[in-house]
Nanobody, 126 residues
Framework: QVQLAESGGGLVQAGGSLRLSCAVS????????MGWFRQAPGEKREFVAT????????YYADSVKGRFTISRDNVKNTVSLQMNSLKPEDTAVYYC???????????????????WGQGTQVTVSS
């Protein structure tokens, strides 16, 4: 079975930075479109960023454009999310996701994936 394991979450002050990482095992990493999503308490899971199989195309939610960067390493089988200029409203559980047979843009629009990680908590204090 394909497994996704997030790491890198934690507490950070507003304006600070954090880098999340997701390690994929049990499948062919390069066959997946990858993404990051987040969910705050009482809210719906929302799109953050996605990246295509080769890493050549990326898509971001308007709320994180210019602050977050998604990247992937098809040798190490990892996808990362570099988060800069963090705001309290970025506080949420962040989920790594993998999808077959889709585009990075469609994955974000549908908030859908074939595999999900268990999530990692990011808390931004004021």
């Amino acid at each position: 079975q394909v497994q996704l394991a997030e790491s890198g979450g934690g507490l950070v002050q507003a304006g600070g930075s954090l880098r999340l990482s997701c390690a994929v095992s049990g499948g062919t990493f390069s066959s997946f479109v990858m993404g990051w999503f987040r969910q705050a308490p009482g809210e719906k899971r929302e799109f953050v960023a996605t990246i295509n199989r080769s890493g050549g195309s990326t898509y971001y939610a308007d709320s994180v454009k210019g602050r977050f960067t998604i990247s992937r390493d098809n040798v190490k089988n990892t996808v990362s999310l570099q988060m800069n200029s963090l705001k309290p409203e970025d506080t949420a559980v962040y989920y790594c996701a993998a999808a077959y047979v889709t585009t990075a843009q469609a994955m974000g629009v549908r908030v859908s994936a074939d595999y999900w990680g268990q999530g990692t908590q990011v808390t931004v204090s004021s």
